[in-house]
């Protein structure tokens, strides 16, 4: 079945504490994307790939990192969590081209920085 | 920053009844793009219009595209209570360098009652 995982679904943690989320993908997508979703704010990307090694920065990429060392995987790394970044965040994979293909998202993964 | 601005921001309707959400963006595109999410899930898409085409149909959805005005309208004819969810229009655009952004607007939260 084709699909985007995301691990961990949810998950509490202290300010300052470095924590991963974890995001692969089965369609061997080329792009891959982080959002995050906030009440009234929609979805914002924080960062994307277009391919392997090829990363870029969204619209709210302060205080996150990525890497995309592999085509399946785009972790999103908090390296200095703050109370700010609680939020939603989706993971999100699609294929480029002329006929660009939709994205397909993540069930989410729910963060609560305390 | 946000491309794609969703109009109303929440809309209640009666089971048969038709919902017509609009969409408004600010730069010139290569698609557009209605997703669907229900309660705190991940996204799914709906239906891609290209910024060549002026209209397009899925089943009992119907999407319009207005370069001219740089909006776009999705109907949802018959609706049920199924239809319950949240609606999110996104624009594409390849820009400099390769790069390829979808940018999301805030949503329209269909509620459909029984």
């Known amino acids: 079945e084709a699909q985007v995982t995301q691990n961990p679904r949810y998950l509490i943690t202290v300010t300052g504490k470095k924590l991963t989320v974890t995001c692969s993908q089965n369609?061997?997508?080329?792009?891959m994307s982080w959002y995050r979703q906030d009440p009234g704010l929609g979805l914002r990307q924080i960062y994307y790939s277009m391919n392997v090694e090829v990363t870029d920065k969204g619209d709210v990429p302060e205080g996150y990192k990525v890497s995309r060392k592999e085509k399946r995987n785009f972790p999103l790394i908090l390296e200095s969590p703050s109370p700010n970044q609680t939020s939603l965040y989706f993971c999100a994979s699609c294929q480029l081209g002329y006929s660009n293909q939709p994205q397909h998202f993540g069930d989410g993964t729910r963060l609560s920085i305390l | 920053s946000q491309q794609g601005e969703e109009d109303p921001q929440a809309l209640s309707i009666q089971e048969g009844e038709n919902a017509t959400m609009n969409c408004s963006y600010k730069?010139?595109?290569?698609?557009l793009q209605w997703y669907r999410q229900n309660s705190g899930r991940g996204l799914v898409h709906l239906i891609l219009?290209?910024?060549?085409?002026r209209e397009k149909h899925s089943g009992r959805l119907r999407v319009t595209l207005d370069t001219s005005k740089k909006s776009s309208s999705l109907l949802i004819t018959a609706s049920r209570a199924a239809d319950t969810a949240s609606y999110f229009c996104a624009t594409d655009k390849y820009s400099g360098a390769g790069s390829y952004q979808l940018t999301f607007g805030k949503g329209t939260k269909l509620s459909v009652i029984p």
């Open positions: 219009i290209r910024s060549n085409e």
């Open positions: 730069t010139s595109i290569n698609n």
């Open positions: 369609m061997n997508h080329e792009y």
